[in-house]
């Protein structure tokens, strides 16, 4: 890979001695424009890296808040076009900045997988996550994936067996997402993944860094995760929601974001 | 890996976040010793027998068919303990459910008949139930909810999306991904990730079965035609599963045309829909050009589905099952028809068979024997189609 910024800011972080912190929003939420400066605001709050969403219309793995995020775009017809173009908007604007994706296998389906990763690397995008595809389900996307120079991320749930979590040590490319807990995203319930001993697995198999996601919506849990050995963690309902409590102050919603970003990246 | 085939061709797969994989595995495996387990395969036939009422019968119409060219049998799914044949596979899921200690049970519904036939099972078996139902599916399935109600489910009804029952599955896997260590997913058809497109055509294909027996002491050969109308697919696997290898008889699966499959109303998946992904697997589904998954629609709560089991995605391809439609107006035509002309009062789901069969039985120019599977009772429906037929009557 030319230019991999996924290694490119975990070497800074291991340098810094820091972990990364990554908010995860949904693409054109709640609108074009809007989007492109909430996910602006959120590189300059500190963002390491940045997880964005496709909206999709039966989001099987999310929780209440981002549901509403994916019907706030649809509802303001956000075509996969759309999403495309803000992306390219924020690749211009923040070349190092990692950007990853995450959606919903049809989507990529529907569009072709090579049309679809084709499109992606073009906008400037680091990796792509298939929230309903297994690693059973993977080698295709995988290998359109690594065809256009784009990551593919696996998940590492609490509950997979020691054959699964090796597997997918050694094959989630960029970075592994460690699912912070079982259930739907959402900030209702907190993570509670034995994070120390799943990362010791991890990197006894030798994979990418482990960020951990789901169930993040606060400081002091990211502190600790990366206590535990986390590389990184990702917010993403906890995000949301403030685009959610600040639909009507387009500038409040901007500073409560950038506010919100420093204080968890503090936490790194 | 998985130990038994879990694609269809190119159909199918298990398209679902990683984190359930664990609870599809454990349930495949634990199908796989039931199915090879005296003790369960007695307990499941008893159950089958001595409380849901099998074997259904098989019965000739008398009137409703005016061709003397024609026979047409209807295989009575609807008499069966609940009032459709989604007893069947709920009786043998709850087992299972039981076999992997667990101790309560997710389910969705649409018309109803699959929360129905899930409340009453897990009444019967000790399970605690609670029940997706799509906030336009518990007004217009009113009946049913209480019935849920009375067994002891709770009922939950879905606001998100269409309120129909793509959005209860929706909430149900999502459920399921927080809670499957203690609770299973009776998930009501034949569609969804593997192992359930096997393990319910597995749990319904007595009713094929049963079917060939019947016609065979009746009438000395095999039908011309099997015909059952598709929502995700689970009455008509289970009627046609038995005949597959018996290339003489025809397949046919009855989708909804709601409004009309020209119109942007309707339900019919394989007539009108695209290759792509819902709900764990790899099917015809409808969508728009960006591939979002689009509202269906038909009068009848148990068809409205914007996708189809894999399997029958499966046998079009293949072109071994052949798939028709039937619109609201000729489903409602057919309701009537059967209760007037037999006194028979079929489900709106099973009235799309009906419409069909009747419409072939018109046409045809040789003689012909089919057989029609009824797979519900119209109890359910009575309200609704009052409703629909204004002062007709
Ligand atoms: C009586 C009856 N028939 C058919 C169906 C459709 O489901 P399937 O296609 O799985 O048989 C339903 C679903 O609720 C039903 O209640």
Same mark, same amino acid.
């Given at each position: 890979m030319a230019a991999d910024r996924y290694q490119a800011m975990f070497s800074r972080l291991a340098e810094e001695q820091r972990g990364a912190f990554v908010p995860f929003v949904m693409l054109g939420d709640p609108d074009k424009a809007t989007s492109i400066e909430i996910i602006s605001a959120l590189v300059d709050g500190g963002a390491d890296a940045l997880e964005l969403g496709f909206p999709f219309s039966?989001?099987? /793995?999310?929780? $209440?808040v981002i549901q509403k995020a994916g019907i706030r775009a649809l509802a303001n017809k956000i075509h996969q076009q759309d999403c495309f173009e803000i992306l390219s908007e924020i690749r211009r604007r923040h070349p190092q900045t990692p950007i990853g994706l995450l959606l919903y296998s049809n989507l990529v389906f529907h569009t072709g997988l090579d049309a679809f990763y084709a499109k992606a690397a073009q906008a400037g995008v680091d990796s792509v996550l298939l929230a309903d595809v297994p690693l059973r389900e993977a080698e295709i996307f995988q290998q359109t994936a690594q065809a256009h120079n784009i990551h593919h991320i696996l998940i590492a749930p609490p509950n997979a067996d020691d054959e699964a979590l090796k597997q997918i040590a050694s094959q989630s490319s960029g970075y592994i997402y460690l699912?912070?807990? =079982? +259930?739907?995203?959402?900030?209702e319930t907190a993570a509670n993944a034995p994070v120390k001993a799943m990362v010791d697995k991890l990197s006894v198999y030798k994979g990418a860094p482990s960020v951990i996601g789901f169930g993040i919506s606060n400081p002091a849990q990211v502190k600790a995760a990366i206590g535990d050995g986390a590389a990184g963690a990702i917010a993403g309902s906890a995000t949301v929601k403030i685009i959610e409590q600040h639909l009507h102050d387009v500038p409040a919603m901007l500073s409560a974001l950038k506010a919100f970003v420093a204080e968890m990246k503090s936490a790194t | 890996m998985n130990s038994l085939p879990s694609k269809f061709g190119p159909f199918g797969g298990m398209y679902v976040p990683e984190l359930l994989i664990p609870a599809l595995d454990q349930l495949e495996q634990e199908f796989i010793k039931a199915q090879n387990d005296a003790d369960f395969q007695q307990e499941f036939m008893d159950l089958l027998k001595n409380? =849901? +009422?099998? $074997?259904?019968a098989l019965t000739k119409t008398r009137n409703?068919? #005016?061709?003397?060219?024609v026979t047409l049998y209807l295989?009575?799914?609807?008499?069966?303990h609940g009032g459709a044949h989604k007893t069947n596979q709920v009786l043998g899921q709850a087992l299972l459910t039981k076999r992997m200690g667990k101790t309560e049970v997710i389910a969705e519904t649409g018309a109803g008949q699959h929360g129905t036939a899930t409340a009453l099972a897990c009444a019967l078996l000790g399970l605690k139930a609670r029940i997706y139902m799509g906030a336009k599916d518990v007004e217009r399935q009113a009946p049913n909810v209480f019935r849920m109600r009375l067994m002891g489910a709770e009922v939950i009804p879905v606001d998100s999306g269409s309120g129909t029952l793509k959005d209860a599955v929706n909430e149900a896997l999502r459920d399921w991904s927080a809670n499957y260590e203690k609770a299973h997913?009776?998930?009501?058809?034949? /569609? +969804?990730?593997? $192992?359930f497109p096997t393990i319910v055509r597995e749990f319904h294909r007595m009713i094929g079965e049963e079917t060939k027996a019947q016609i065979l002491a009746a009438e000395g050969r095999l039908p011309d035609e099997v015909i059952a109308c598709v929502g995700g697919g689970s009455n008509a696997i289970g009627m046609f599963a038995d005949f597959i290898?018996?290339?003489d008889v025809g397949l046919v699966g009855v989708e909804p045309a709601g409004?009309?499959?020209?119109?942007?109303?309707?339900?019919a998946a394989i007539a009108k829909g695209t290759m792509g992904i819902l709900h764990g697997a790899y099917t015809y589904i409808m969508q728009d050009e960006d591939g979002q998954i689009e509202e269906s629609y038909s009068v009848s709560a148990g068809l409205d589905y914007p996708a189809v089991g894999p399997e029958h995605a499966f046998l079009h391809y293949t072109g071994r099952a052949r798939y028709e439609s039937a619109t609201d107006d000729e489903a409602l035509a057919a309701f009537q028809l059967l209760a007037q002309k037999e006194g028979i009062i079929p489900a709106l789901e099973s009235s799309h068979a009906l419409a069909y069969a009747l419409k072939a039985a018109e046409q045809a120019t040789k003689p012909t024997l089919m057989v029609v599977?009824? #797979? +519900?009772?119209g109890d359910k429906d009575i309200a609704h189609v009052q409703q629909f037929l204004k002062g007709a009557l």
């Open positions: 039966d989001p099987i /793995a999310d929780g $209440p699912l912070g807990r =079982a +259930g739907v995203t959402g900030t | 409380y =849901a +009422g099998r $074997p259904t409703i068919v #005016s061709n003397p060219l295989k009575r799914e609807d008499l069966l997913y009776l998930l009501g058809t034949a /569609a +969804g990730p593997h $192992p290898d018996d290339k409004k009309g499959i020209h119109t942007h109303e309707h339900g599977n009824l #797979s +519900g009772r």
